[in-house]
């Protein structure tokens, strides 16, 4: 019993050293939103192509809608750009876009100078949908089902892998439980 | 140049840069914005809420020390929502629903947290335990390291040789 004992420190420094070595390939920036599982928050807000059209939550129209959170100042957005495209492609989608603290000029540009693959943008210039969203910076991606609720939050870019990943196991599971009647 | 006339040139140079980099880092050195506050207290609890909420996007930084455009949004809902008269529980609560839990630099006891606001005593507690159980294992053989009346005798014997 004494001799265990002994050894006590060395197996809670291992224990210690399994739990910090962890840690280390864990990202900082990979945090739960606190929306998921709750309603899409309401808004009334003006869309990026026309400042007469003010559109709301129920224009968000689609089984499954993707709400992308973008902007001109944001670099990474730029590089997740082209996956978005091929994105919007897929029939079963619905791709939107919120212009996060942006300029509308600016804005305007890029979806020119790119390609614009949303169904429309919501221009957010204040942040205000974006508090409510809980949306730290860009780009940001949620998932929203055909019942409203928001299933998932992404920060970061979208490529090929993250997609496959993160966001394809999902949306089967959403098509899924359509088919049920859920 | 003697030497002593170079030390000093080195150092004034080094004052020099010093007093540089003192005003470039005060340039921007904390978020200037200004708030009116409808009274004292309302200021105060500005203050007290910048410090206990964290910024989302630079996590070991509270609202009070970031500069980030976010924490800049987030002081300015802050602001509206202190002059509307919201309580601070309310506060907290709109700024948990949005960022979740994170947000709060002192976690509200909940199962999840037990261990954060328990652990420490807990620690304490067993720490305690083995000092004391070590401290009653070293008195028990004190006695025994006394002489005997036998040893005393023997001793007695040989210093009296002397």
């Not at chain 2, 003192?22 to 009116?36: D, G, K, W």
């Not at chain 2, 008269?85 to 709060?104: H, Q």
């Amino acid at each position: 019993m004494n001799k265990l004992i002994r050894f006590l420190p060395l197996v809670l420094v291992l224990a210690l050293g399994v739990v910090l070595y962890r840690g280390l390939s864990l990202n900082p920036q990979d945090m739960p939103s606190a929306l998921v599982g709750k309603a899409m928050p309401e808004f009334s807000l003006q869309t990026l192509n026309d400042p007469d059209r003010t559109v709301t939550k129920a224009d968000l129209k689609g089984d499954i809608v993707l709400l992308n959170v973008w902007a001109t100042w944001c670099p990474t957005c730029k590089y997740e750009h082209p996956y978005l495209v091929d994105i919007a492609k897929d029939p079963q989608l619905k791709l939107y876009g919120l212009n996060y603290k942006d300029e509308r000029r600016g804005a305007l540009q890029w979806l020119a100078k790119y390609e614009d693959p949303y169904v429309f943008s919501i221009y957010d210039d204040t942040g205000s949908l974006g508090l409510d969203l809980g949306v730290f910076g860009a780009p940001e991606t949620f998932v929203i089902d055909h019942h409203g609720i928001i299933r998932k939050r992404y920060a970061g870019a979208i490529e090929t892998r993250v997609w496959r990943s993160e966001f394809k196991p999902l949306i089967a599971q959403i098509i899924a439980e359509r088919k049920e009647g859920k | 140049m003697t030497k002593a006339k170079f030390i000093i040139n080195v150092l004034s140079f080094s004052l020099v840069i010093f007093c540089f980099a003192m005003v470039l880092n005060s340039a921007n050195a904390s978020p200037i914005e200004t708030y009116q506050f409808k009274d004292d207290v309302t200021k105060v609890r500005f203050q007290a809420l910048t410090k206990e909420l964290r910024c989302p996007k630079c996590q070991n930084q509270n609202l009070a020390d970031s500069n980030s455009p976010i924490s800049v949004d987030l002081r300015r809902e802050l602001y509206g929502l202190l002059q509307e008269g919201k309580a601070d529980s309310e506060i907290v609560n709109f700024m948990v629903e949005r960022y979740g839990e994170f947000v709060l630099y002192r976690p509200r006891v909940s199962s999840v947290t037990y261990i954060l606001w328990f652990g420490p005593a807990l620690l304490m507690f067993i720490g305690l335990i083995v000092v004391i159980m070590i401290v009653r294992r070293k008195s028990e053989p004190e006695e025994e390291r006394a002489l005997t009346t036998q040893q005393k005798e023997k001793l007695k014997h040989l210093l009296k040789d002397k």
